[in-house]
C-alpha cells in the first residue's frame, strides 16, 4: 500500500475513535505497552529494550521481571562491537537477529539502535553506541535497521539528539553550534530515518537549546518532520516529557515512562482534559494517532492482511547463536603484537594460567536499559576451555577484585534512574577498601605466573563502569588492575594482555613493555569463544577501533576544549572537532588511532584510483595477502583537506575553531576477505569528494598507504 493510502486509511480509522481511545493509544498504558482499541481491532502497541538483544519481562506496571523461563534471548555483540567489524553485512544480519527475535518474542518495537556520537570516552552507555564517526555509524546502522524490520517489527533510533553524557541527563543543556550539530550528531539520524527506514525513533533525555529534546519545537517538527519529512511514530525517552501543552503540540507521537501512574502522564489525562477547554485542538491528537495507525498498517499489525501475512519470528535458534558468533569474531581487535607473540600455539602448550576477573565474568545482565537475560554467556575462561580441551591445563587466578555485591540489584534500577536529574559521575572507585584484599590477590597471581607456559591477563571494565546513568570520571583501569598489569608483566614480559570494556582505558603505565594487547568490547553470548579463537589462531582478528583510544581523557576535545558532565549546560565548544578529527588536526597523539586494528597476515595495497559513475563516486584499490594467514582488511577512505605548512597550535579549553576544517574525514570503506597469497579488487562508494581534496586510503586513520 502507498504511503498517502495507508495515511487516509489511518485518518478514517481515527475518525472513528473517542478523544479517550485516542489518548489511551499515545502513552504508556503498560511500562512498555500502550493502549489498544478493542471494538476495532487495534491492538496496543509492544515494545521492548534494547540494542544486544530482546530484554526480559517485565510486569506490566511496575520493574519487577517476571521471572520465568521463557524470556532468555541470543545476547548480541554490543552497538560499540559490531562497530569494531566494520561490516555492513555481519549489521544487516545482526539487525536480522534482534528483529526475528523482538517478532519472536511477541513485540512490535525493539528500542534499539543507539546511535550516538561517542563525543568522550567516559559517557557511560557509550557501549550501546556505535563511533565518534557519523559516517560509520551512519553506514552500519542503516542495515541493522533494514535487517531488523525485514521481520515486521520496527527498529527504534535512539536518542534523538546530542544524547552524550549521562550525568543529569534529564536536565542537561547542550550548547551547541548549528554546524557541528548538522555535520556530527545529525547525519547518522538522518541516514537512519529516511535512508534506513527506521520506522519509530526516540526522542532523547537532554535539553537543545534550552528545549527537552522529547517536546522540542526545533528538533522534532523544525528539523524532523519538515526538513526531513518524516513520517514514523517519535517515542518519547522513558520519563522524557515534561509539560502537557508543549508536548501535545510538538512531533511527539507517544510519552512513555518509568512509574505506573499511566492516567497521570503528561500525554493521558492532563492532555485530555486540555483538549476538552480547548486549550490544545483535537487534531494535534489526531496527527500522532494516525502516525500509530501507518505504523501499525505498516508492521501488518492492522488491516485485512493481518495475522496472515505478518512474520511470525522466532528466539534462540541455533542460527542465531551462530550469528552471535560470527559477529564476536570480526569484533575483535588486535592492538598490539610484537614480535609476533600471538597467535598462540595450542599444540605446544602444556599449562595457560588465566589472571583477572573478567576471564570469568559475565557481563550480559547489566549496563541498565540494554541488560539481557542471555541463554547462556561464555565467558574467555570457558571459551578457551572449550577451545583446547582437555589436553591442556588451564588454571584461573582472579588479580584482582571488583568488589562488586551481588545483592545491589533489587530490580528497581529504572524506576530509581530518573531520580536527581537521572545521572551522575562516577568519583569514587569501587571497592576502594579492598586493597589489602586485592594486594594478596596480585602476588597470588604474580607468584603463580612464573609456573605456566602461557600467562594470559583478562581485564578491562564491566557495566559498573559502562552503564546508563553513569559517566566515568577518568580513563583510568579501576581495581587497582595497573599495577597487576605491571607485576606481571615484570614477572612474565610475554604476558598477553586482554581487556574487555566498551570504553577505552588509560594504558601508558604497562602499554610499552606488553608485547600484545588484544581488545573486546562486550561480545556477546559467544564472546568468550570468539576470544579463544583470536588468541589461538583459529580466527585472524579483522576488528578496527571504531573510536580514538585516547592516552587520557584529556587529550579528547570534548574535555580540552569542550565541557564533559557539567550539570546545568554543556559547551560543544570542540564543535565538528570530535574525536580522530581534532587529534589529527591538532598533532593529539592517541594511544591507538582511529580505525587502527591489527592482523595476523600482512596486506600490500596497489593501485588505487577515483572514479565516477552513474554519478556516484567510488574509489578502487587492490588488496594482497603476502602474509601467512587468511584474512580481512578494511581499507578506510578519508577526505584530506590540505593542511597548513605548520600543524596548527592547540587551541585551548572554550577557543573557537570555527571557520576550520579537519585535516581529514572518513568518507567511505569495504572489507575485502583473503586467503594467503590471493589478491582481490575493492570497489568502494565515497561519500562525497570535495573539490580540491585529496582522498587517503589505508588501514586506520594515520596508517595511510596511497593518496589519490
Ligand atoms: C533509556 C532508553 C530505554 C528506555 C526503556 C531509558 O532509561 O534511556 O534507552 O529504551 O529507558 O527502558
Not at 538483544?53 to 554490543?78: I, M, N
Not at 558468533?325 to 603484537?337: H, P, Q, T, V, Y
Not at 571488583?402 to 534500577?413: L, P, Q, R
Request: glycine share 10%.
Amino acid at each position: 500500500m502507498k504511503d498517502n493510502e495507508m495515511r487516509e486509511k489511518a485518518a478514517a480509522i481515527a475518525g472513528q475513535l473517542t478523544l479517550e481511545e485516542k489518548i489511551g493509544m499515545i502513552h504508556g498504558a503498560h511500562l512498555f505497552a500502550t493502549k489498544g482499541v478493542e471494538r476495532l481491532g487495534i491492538p496496543p502497541l509492544v515494545m521492548s529494550d534494547g540494542p544486544m538483544g530482546v530484554r526480559q519481562e517485565f510486569e506490566p506496571d511496575h520493574w519487577k521481571a517476571v521471572g520465568c523461563s521463557d524470556d532468555y534471548v541470543t545476547y548480541l555483540p554490543c552497538n560499540s562491537a559490531l562497530a569494531a567489524t566494520w561490516s555492513r553485512k555481519l549489521a544487516f544480519a545482526m539487525g536480522s537477529v534482534l528483529g526475528e527475535e523482538t517478532r519472536g518474542r511477541g513485540k512490535d518495537v525493539i528500542l534499539a539502535p543507539g546511535i550516538n556520537i561517542k563525543r568522550s570516552p567516559l559517557c557511560g552507555r557509550n557501549f550501546e553506541y556505535f563511533s565518534e564517526d557519523p559516517y560509520l555509524t551512519g553506514e552500519l546502522a542503516v542495515p541493522f535497521i533494514q535487517g531488523v524490520q525485514q521481520w515486521d517489527v520496527a527498529a527504534c533510533v535512539k536518542h534523538f539528539a546530542a544524547n552524550n553524557q549521562e550525568t543529569q541527563r534529564l536536565w542537561v543543556d547542550v550548547e551547541i553550534d548549528e554546524k557541528a550539530l548538522r555535520e556530527i550528531y545529525l547525519p547518522a539520524f538522518y541516514d537512519c530515518l529516511l535512508r534506513g527506514g527506521s520506522l519509530t525513533a526516540m526522542g532523547a533525555y537532554n535539553r537543545i537549546y534550552k528545549e527537552h529534546c522529547c517536546q522540542s519545537r526545533y528538533l522534532l517538527e523544525e528539523i524532523l518532520r519538515k526538513e526531513w519529512g518524516y513520517d514514523g511514530v517519535v517515542i518519547s525517552d522513558w520519563g522524557g516529557v515534561h509539560d502537557t501543552e508543549l508536548v501535545a503540540v510538538s512531533e511527539l507521537d507517544i510519552e512513555m515512562s518509568v512509574t505506573d501512574n499511566f492516567d497521570e502522564y503528561f500525554m493521558a489525562d492532563p492532555l485530555k482534559k486540555a483538549v476538552e477547554q480547548g486549550i490544545v485542538p483535537e487534531e494535534k491528537v489526531d496527527k500522532k494517532v494516525i502516525h500509530i495507525l501507518m505504523l501499525m498498517q505498516r508492521l501488518h499489525m492492522i488491516g485485512d492482511s493481518g495475522q496472515a501475512v505478518r512474520k511470525r519470528g522466532s528466539y534462540n535458534t541455533p542460527e542465531h547463536r551462530q550469528a552471535a558468533l560470527d559477529g564476536a569474531r570480526e569484533s575483535i581487535i588486535l592492538l598490539k603484537n610484537e614480535g609476533n607473540r600471538l597467535p598462540l600455539s595450542a599444540e605446544k602448550m602444556k599449562k595457560v594460567l588465566l589472571v583477572g576477573e573478567n576471564a570469568e565474568r559475565m557481563h550480559a545482565n547489566g549496563g541498565g536499559s540494554a541488560e539481557i537475560k542471555a541463554l547462556y554467556e561464555t565467558s574467555p575462561l570457558m571459551g578457551i576451555k572449550r577451545l583446547l580441551g582437555g589436553n591442556v591445563q588451564v588454571d584461573f587466578s582472579k588479580g584482582y577484585d571488583s568488589g562488586k555485591k551481588e545483592a545491589e540489584d533489587d530490580g528497581n534500577w529504572q524506576e530509581k534512574s530518573l531520580q536527581d536529574g537521572g545521572g551522575r559521575t562516577e568519583t569514587q572507585r569501587r571497592g576502594e577498601n579492598l586493597s589489602k584484599e586485592r594486594a594478596a590477590l596480585r602476588e597470588e597471581a604474580v607468584k603463580l605466573a612464573g609456573a605456566y607456559d602461557t600467562v594470559i591477563f583478562v581485564g578491562g571494565l564491566n557495566h559498573d563502569y559502562d552503564s546508563e546513568g553513569l559517566d566515568r570520571s577518568d580513563m583510568k583501569l579501576p581495581y587497582e588492575q595497573d599495577a597487576l598489569i605491571r607485576e606481571l608483566l615484570q614477572a612474565r614480559p610475554d604476558t598477553i594482555v586482554v581487556l574487555i570494556g566498551g570504553s577505552p582505558v588509560e594504558m601508558g603505565e604497562w602499554a610499552e613493555s606488553a608485547q600484545s594487547i588484544v581488545w573486546s568490547y562486550y561480545a556477546g553470548m559467544e564472546g568468550g569463544y570468539a576470544l579463544a579463537e583470536v588468541l589461538f589462531g583459529q580466527v585472524n582478528p579483522s576488528g578496527k577501533l571504531p573510536e580514538t583510544f585516547y592516552k587520557k581523557h584529556t587529550d579528547c576535545s570534548a574535555h580540552c576544549i569542550g565541557e564533559f558532565a557539567k550539570e546545568e549546560s554543556v559547551a560543544y565548544q570542540e564543535g565538528i572537532f570530535v574525536g580522530y578529527r581534532y587529534n589529527e588536526t591538532f598533532g593529539v597523539e592517541p594511544r591507538f588511532c582511529f580505525g587502527h586494528g591489527l592482523s595476523y597476515t600482512e596486506f600490500v595495497y596497489e593501485d588505487a584510483r577515483y572514479q565516477e559513475k552513474d554519478g556516484k563516486a567510488y574509489v578502487t584499490c587492490r588488496i594482497s595477502n603476502a602474509g601467512p594467514y587468511a584474512g580481512a582488511e578494511t581499507v578506510q577512505v578519508y577526505r584530506m583537506t590540505e593542511s597548513p605548512e605548520e600543524m596548527p597550535q592547540r587551541p585551548k579549553a572554550g577557543e573557537s575553531l570555527k571557520g576550520m576544517r579537519p585535516v581529514k574525514e572518513l568518507v567511505g570503506f569495504g572489507k575485502i576477505y583473503l586467503g594467503t597469497g590471493e589478491s582481490g579488487s575493492l570497489q568502494i562508494e565515497v561519500k562525497e569528494r570535495m573539490e580540491g581534496c585529496r582522498l587517503a586510503v589505508g588501514s586506520s586513520v594515520k596508517d595511510i598507504k596511497i593518496l589519490i
